[in-house]
């Protein structure tokens, strides 16, 4: 007892001296703005996060449902959500839950990209790390801006890190003059910290000469055609299409990394992410642990066949295993009527039929078992559950080759219009000689539908050649702001003052 | 203290009893008289005893006793179980004569209250004091469900029957939307967390329980005071003796009702072909194989008994299960030292198989007095136990599938193709998730008399707790697993806590009218708690499970920990003054600075105060010989709330992944993940600061009065409370163009008012028999006054009312909407939606209704075009049911004759909401579906692919009566022998009846009131044995 006494009362009297911590308690567990951004491996992993933000849930698929939805690609299920529906039937109103999701996965990337610039730039870093993580940063700044104008028009241009509340309500540009300036500043800035220098999921110089022509490419269209704000841009038409043809051609000249891929499947073949095609593509994996670090893209595009493993037939009669999808994305009949008969991106990377292990077909688009004809471009054979590697193809070399023959309109741009024909096996137009230049850039937009198809880039060159309600029923009636813009989000209109 | 008390005791009875001094004389032999009960009846059997001696003797049959051999300074007990013992002094009497005051009375009893006690006719606050003797024993394997029914406002759900659960405890309705409901509770002066699963105290091992309900009680307990607070006193060292106590508990389970599952395949598949025929689908049940290879068999096969299996797969996964409670407790007193060591074994078993709990709690309690002004004690409680989760086995699952491949035990698991996770034995023998916990309590205090009336009390508490969660999902049967290639881990999770608290309390009687104790003291409080957990996936060999994880793909190894600690300084006071034993008054005042907030709030100041009136001490209500007790209490206070995580005032980066060069990368950067938004399943970012966060704070009014008539054998405590609480904590929307999403404010208010009402009576009190029965009964009304700025909350308006709202909760799946909503002028998570006016039965009926396409059709919903304008959309929406009750009223009664005693609780709840999520997905209502030919108005038709509005046909009525409770004892006195001091045997049934028009299992549900199926509540028998030595 006595012995246990003592150690009571040692107790007791340690309290006096007992070392009592303070009111402020440091963070011990996570980073912040007080401990981060101290190496140059701290700015590289920040970087990596900005990259990060391209796959959230709220960004990556989304960008299928504005970029294929809203056009003469793809319809959604029946039993989707409103918001869905609406996109769809071109009802988007500024409460739609999509809309905000994309608006707001931008400016995350964003936020995400200011960091690197303005932790980078200046801290004493060597040269070689600084311009290449400033290149990086950069090229994502005006890759998510890019996607912001694309879709909402004039919306905020973030050029600084926001990390305090009074920080939080930013201003509209002044105009498109004011938009593209910044974007353009930024992807100069990006080609000159550059080099030619691959990683999947990365970008490097190329990705920003093709994503400045495809800036370049937007404008010169967007204006051409009258599409509403862009009479602002202080450019001429024509010399935004020459720069559009400039970019674009350094790509296809002036470099080797990169290359047209003879072989369609190999585009889409889910192993080969480091295709000579891909100049810029996500990067996500199946043996990540949660959506967005690996991805469920197949399961948009692929219908639902009862959840069941089913086999595609490939071109040399082997056969390729998959899940089965969510059927949230359906082809659509316009899109089937495009393509020509023949043409092998719809014999071989459009699915009608489906196998079992042993080569027995199980069912047709004709007989009902499949819900429509689907595409092979997100079907990946080594899924685990719902988990795949499937990645957005974000720039293709072929992009940048239509692109290119878009912008120049001649007989250089004829060859690499040929050359994506040539693919497909269809025929090839000998010369440009009995087409007028928009009469070849028309075509060049079909070409487009067909190369591009389930890219997410269909609505993109609708609107920039403002033939939105030429081309999609439901887009009938608006008016032209509407059918060029979407509004702005409900949330941001309410909390910020300033819009 | 409790010197100090016996002495105000002796004082007082030295006054009652100055009328019977005689005439001095020198020398007594011999003192005599008669004890009577406050009624005025003879006692019979009382002990009564000179002091110190063996000298003693006890009362006849008439209540008259006689003792020799006494001296004036004598000092004589009278003593009887069930009655306040009595010490007088003989002096120069020869006749003494006493009414004895029964215990339950409670007038004197002495309240344990925050940082000290008062007696019980002294409380100015609204405190409840539930002693632990008056409560039969019930299973329970924690505190909180001990409370049910003891004391007005307070009120206890145990929505669970899972091994081990704990319950809600909401004291005067919820004050708080995001910070926290859950009542304080503390431990012998040790705060040691909030209620709801306080796992390691015993009942056994406690002695009393209060509740401090209104502000003048709880705001000592400041920034943690505003859901009330729970105080726990644990038993000390039995009086002058050593005893050692076995008890036995051993407890079987039932459901109360028949599982409501399909017995019938014919009748299922029908239904099943029909619903997807009505919805456009190829049915189901057409003698085919699906896609994956799956044969269903054609109704007709089912209904011709060609289909060989039919299986009950409740009773593959379910089971009566058996609990055990065994505890042995060695109490002894000597002058100096009590000493307690008791120890608790309990096992409890889950309805599921092998989801069973087991626990082992040592409780080593000492208190010495070292010198006569110097007294110190520890509590050591050390709790250890473990628990193997297999709940949640699909009992439901589809009943024309064998368990095995052809129903041969001696083959594989009958899987229903590629994606079945669901097999219940192929999870309960391949799947493992077991958890062991550690918990230890230990506290040190040393109290030193200073001054007759001063003493100084220090003491310092340390708690360490432990939990470790190991996991495996096999390649096959699980998602995970199959998804993973098998995935298992480890989840470890650490806390520690010291609190040190030291204070000065000042105790004294001026001039026998002025009585007045002031308290004063400092606390301190650290917290800190840590977390790790590893995961592995991609398993060569499963044979280890998650024992060796290192065997996962090394390129799919993860790690995550953190670390979280908080402080907490304190200031503290209370004075309490009583003059001329009639008028009362408390003040107290608390300061706490924390660092969950930010420099600009980070102290804030809880005072309160209160005014009592015995008016039962005034001459002109005594005049009246009608209130034993008649006493007027006010009080009102500010206390405070502050749970939520710390770091919110700090910037946070977030961190992630991300896939570079064949192999994953960290990542990391501003923008955290702060939750998911729970209708789009969307991460929500945050990470901002907000240095000007502050407390929530809780102003409570709290008129109340006390009453008891013929010789208290009858009482009554009212009260009325009105709590407004501001400056709730919430999170805020940021402009989404900022990157962030949301960020945590202070911003609403809530109201909760109430009227508290008990009636207690001694119904019989003479001879054998004892009938005493209390009543309870309690109304909160709760509304949201506010939610802050509209814009920066995000809130909706309802277009016809204007009323402001936002949605609170989760979504339901099958309505693809939240069906509770915070609603300006409306109680917290009330419902929100369409309503429904019966079934159409013809479509041009369902077109004149408002409706479309197929929801225009015979045997839809009819739902109610509020706003009038000719078509169904969003804006017919609107509050359908609140699943608040209006009022909960108790009855406890306990009836004794001789050795025999007999309790019951009866429990209920009116006018709450229960919105009902299987109303039409049962095998039990889902028959009664509209068809051409049964043109129903009560139930739709069948149809899969349903778009279903969340409305009021899917609400029904909660209000329950239960008999909660009902035990019955024998109680062993007097066996002879000499080393048996008595004994216990009971019987208690737990859940026994319930009545109810509810068409569930169940109607007590959290307090969200939205009811998910599941199966039925459990009734529990129980038979226990207790023994003193």
């Known amino acids: ?257 990169y290359s047209h891929d003879a072989s369609l499947q190999n585009i889409y073949n889910v192993e080969m992410p480091n295709g000579p095609e891909h100049i810029f593509i996500l990067s996500m994996d199946v043996s990540g642990t949660q959506e967005g670090d690996y991805s469920k893209l197949s399961k948009y595009f692929i219908p639902w066949i009862d959840g069941a493993a089913v ?189 | 203290m409790k010197r100090l008390y016996e002495r105000f005791k002796v004082v007082m009875l030295t006054l009652t009893l100055c009328s019977f001094t005689l005439l001095a004389s020198a020398q007594q032999a011999k003192v005599q008289g008669v004890v009577k009960d406050p009624s005025g009846l003879t006692l019979p059997g009382v002990n009564v005893y000179e002091k110190g001696t063996t000298n003693g003797t006890i009362t006849d049959i008439n209540g008259i006793y006689s003792l020799d051999g006494l001296s004036n300074e004598s000092v004589i007990i009278f003593s009887l179980i069930g009655m306040i013992q009595q010490e007088i002094v003989v002096g120069e009497q020869t006749i003494i004569d006493v009414v004895m005051q029964d215990e339950m009375q409670g007038l004197d009893e002495v309240v344990v209250v925050g940082y000290g006690s008062v007696q019980k006719s002294d409380l100015t606050g609204s405190v409840a004091s539930v002693k632990m003797e008056n409560i039969p024993m019930k299973p329970s394997n924690s505190i909180d469900g001990l409370l049910q029914g003891q004391s007005a406002g307070v009120q206890v759900i145990s929505p669970s029957d899972d091994p081990g659960a704990g319950s809600i405890i909401r004291i005067r309705g919820g004050s708080s939307l995001n910070a926290g409901n859950d009542p304080l509770v503390v431990v012998d002066g040790f705060p040691i967390g909030y209620a709801g699963d306080i796992k390691q105290i015993s009942p056994q091992d406690i002695a009393s329980m209060e509740i401090l309900k209104d502000a003048s009680a709880s705001a000592i307990y400041g920034s943690r005071g505003a859901n009330g607070v729970i105080m726990i006193t644990t038993k000390k060292g039995a009086k002058n003796t050593t005893e050692i106590t076995v008890s036995q508990q051993n407890t079987i389970s039932e459901f109360t009702s028949q599982l409501n599952l399909w017995r019938d395949p014919a009748l299922m598949a029908e239904l099943s072909n029909e619903g997807r025929s009505n919805g456009g689908f190829v049915p189901l049940y057409i003698g085919a194989e699906d896609a994956n290879g799956v044969y269903y068999p054609s109704v007709k096969e089912l209904s011709d008994g060609s289909w060989p299996y039919n299986t009950r797969w409740d009773d593959v996964v379910f089971r009566n299960p058996v609990s055990n409670n065994t505890n042995v407790a060695v109490r002894s007193q000597t002058d100096k030292t009590q000493f307690s060591l008791s120890t608790t074994y309990f096992t409890d078993e889950g309805v599921y198989i092998e989801d069973d709990y087991s626990k082992l709690n040592i409780n080593l309690n000492v208190i010495h007095k070292l010198y006569e002004r110097l007294t110190i004690g520890t509590n050591v409680i050390f709790s250890t136990g473990d628990r193997n989760n297999n709940g949640g086995l699909a009992y439901w699952r589809n009943p024309i599938f064998p368990i095995y491949e052809d129903n041969d035990p001696t083959k594989d698991y009958y899987l229903i193709g590629a994606q079945d996770f669901s097999h219940p034995l192929a999870l309960t023998k391949h799947r493992s998730n077991t958890n062991e916990f550690l918990d230890f309590l230990g506290t040190g205090f040393i109290e030193a008399e200073l001054l007759t009336s001063l003493k100084f009390k220090s003491q310092l508490n340390y708690k360490f707790g432990r939990s470790i969660t190991d996991y495996y999902n096999p390649k096959k049967y699980t998602l995970d697993g199959t998804f993973n290639n098998g995935s298992g881990g480890i989840n470890n999770w650490e806390n520690s806590e010291i609190v040190s608290e030291s204070f000065f309390t000042y105790d004294k009687t001026f001039n026998e009218l002025h009585k007045l104790n002031a308290m004063a003291g400092f606390s301190y409080q650290y917290y800190k708690s840590r977390t790790s957990e590893l995961k592995a996936y991609d398993f060569l060999n499963e044979s280890l499970g998650n024992g060796n994880l290192s065997a996962g793909n090394p390129e799919k190894q993860r790690v995550s920990n953190s670390l979280t600690e908080t402080v907490m300084y304190s200031w503290l006071g209370r004075l309490n003054y009583v003059f001329n034993n009639k008028y009362l008054a408390t003040f107290s005042m608390r300061a706490d600075g924390s660092s969950k907030f930010g420099s600009n709030n980070q102290w804030a100041y809880f005072p309160s105060g ?280 108790s009855l406890n009664m306990q009836l004794s004759y001789r050795n025999f005693d007999l309790a019951m609780f009866i429990n209920s709840s009116f006018g709450q909401d229960i919105f009902n999520t299987k109303a039409f997905s049962e095998p039990s209502n889902q028959p009664l579906r509209w068809t051409q030919d049964n043109r129903t108005n009560d139930y739709p038709s069948l149809r899969e692919g349903r778009n279903v509005y969340m409305s009021d046909w899917y609400i029904q009525e909660g209000s329950f009566i239960r008999l909660q409770n009902l035990s019955l004892g024998y109680n062993i006195k007097d066996l002879g022998l000499s080393w048996f001091k008595r004994g216990r045997i009971h019987m208690n049934a737990t859940n026994l009846i319930t009545w109810t028009d509810f068409e569930g299992y169940d109607p007590e549900l959290g307090s969200d009131g939205i009811y998910w199926g599941g199966y039925p509540k459990l009734r529990k028998w129980t038979l226990g044995l207790e023994l003193t030595f």
């Not at chain 2, 007027?632 to 977030?654: D, E, F, K, M, T």
């Open chain 1, 1 to 257: 007892m006595k012995t246990l006494n003592n150690i009571i009362f040692g107790l007791i009297f340690a309290i006096g001296l007992f070392s009592c911590q303070g009111l402020d308690i440091k963070p011990k567990g996570f980073y912040s703005d007080e401990n981060f951004f101290k190496t140059v491996e701290d700015a590289d992993a920040a970087l990596l996060y900005a990259y990060d933000a391209l796959t959230l849930v709220s960004y990556a698929p989304i960008t299928y449902y504005f970029g294929e939805l809203s056009t003469d690609n793809c319809t959604v299920k029946p039993d989707e959500g409103a918001d869905a529906q609406a996109i769809v039937n071109w009802d988007v109103t500024s409460q739609n839950e999509l809309l905000l999701q994309y608006y707001r996965s931008i400016y995350i990337a964003v936020n995400r990209a200011n960091a690197v610039i303005e932790n980078v730039e200046g801290r004493g870093f060597n040269k070689v790390d600084e311009n290449r993580l400033l290149g990086e940063a950069y090229f994502l700044r005006a890759w998510n801006h890019f996607n912001v104008v694309r879709a909402f028009g004039l919306a905020p241009m973030q050029r600084s890190l926001i990390d305090k509340l009074d920080e939080t309500n930013a201003t509209l540009p002044a105009n498109m003059q004011e938009v593209y300036s910044f974007l353009i500043e930024d992807l100069t800035k990006a080609i000159d910290y550059l080099n030619v220098n691959r990683s999947v999921g990365r970008a490097d110089k190329v990705a920003a000469q093709a994503l400045l022509a495809k800036i370049y490419l937007f404008a010169a269209t967007a204006k051409e055609s009258g599409v509403p704000k862009y009479a602002a841009l202080t450019e001429s038409v024509e010399n935004l299409y020459a720069k559009a043809a400039e970019y674009s051609g350094y790509v296809l000249n002036e470099q080797g990394e």
């Open chain 1, 311 to 499: 086999y595609l037939k490939n071109a040399d009669d082997t056969y390729t295993i998959t899940h089965d999808g969510w059927s949230v994305f359906q082809t659509e009949g316009t899109l089937l009527q495009a393509f020509e008969s023949g043409d092998k991106r719809r014999t071989d990377l459009l699915v009608s039929e489906i196998f079992d292990e042993t080569g027995a077909s199980i069912g047709t688009v004709g007989n009902g078992v499949i819900a429509y004809e689907f595409t092979r471009k997100y079907v990946d054979p080594n899924y685990e559950g719902d988990k795949t590697s499937t990645r957005p193809y974000f720039i293709r070399y072929s992009d940048v080759q239509l692109m290119f023959a878009e912008a120049s309109a001649n007989a250089d741009g004829l060859a690499q219009y040929n050359q994506i024909r040539r693919r497909a096996g269809v025929s090839e137009l000998t010369s440009i000689g009995g087409l007028s230049t928009e009469e070849f850039r028309t075509l060049v937009i079909e070409e487009r539908q067909r190369e591009l198809a389930f890219e997410g880039d269909r609505l993109w060159d609708l609107r920039r050649k403002n033939i939105v309600q030429e081309k999609v029923i439901q887009a009938a009636g608006l008016s032209p702001e509407d059918v060029s813009f979407y509004p702005i989000p409900q949330r941001e209109i309410d909390l910020n003052p300033n819009i």
């Open chain 2, 610 to 889: 209160a005014l009592g009136w015995k008016m039962h001490n005034e001459d002109f209500i005594q005049n009246l010989d009608v209130f034993d007790e008649l006493k007027l209490r006010g009080s009102y206070g500010i206390s405070g709330n502050q749970g939520i995580p710390p770091y919110l005032i700090n910037s946070r980066y977030g961190q992630d992944q991300y896939y570079v060069n064949g192999g994953w990368q960290t990542a990391i950067g501003p923008g955290y993940v702060v939750g998911q938004d729970s209708h789009s399943g969307k991460k929500i970012w945050g990470g901002i600061p907000n240095p000007d966060l502050k407390w929530e704070s809780t102003q409570q009014v709290n008129i109340g009065a006390d009453f008891a008539f013929f010789n208290r054998r009858f009482r009554v405590i009212a009260d009325y409370y009105n709590k407004y609480t501001t400056d709730l904590l919430r999170e805020r929307w940021l402009s989404p163009s900022s990157s962030y999403d949301r960020m945590w404010v202070n911003g609403g208010e809530i109201k909760n008012q109430g009227f508290e009402l008990t009636l207690e009576g001694d119904i019989v009190n003479r001879n054998d028999w004892r009938l005493s029965a209390s009543m309870m009964f309690s109304r909160n009304v709760n509304e949201v006054v506010s939610l802050g700025d509209e814009l920066a909350f995000g809130l909706s308006t309802d277009s016809n009312t204007g009323m402001k709202y936002e949605f609170y909760g989760n979504t339901v799946e099958a309505f693809r909407a939240i069906p509770s909503i915070l609603g300006v002028g409306e109680a917290v998570g009330v419902y929100y939606g369409h309503k429904v006016a019966g079934i159409i039965q013809t479509e041009e009926e369902g077109l004149a209704a408002g409706l479309s396409g197929a929801m225009a059709q015979p045997g839809e919903f009819k739902y109610v075009d509020i706003n009038e304008d000719g078509v169904i959309d969003e804006k017919d929406r609107t509050v359908i049911g609140d699943p608040n009750p209006d009022f909960m009223a």
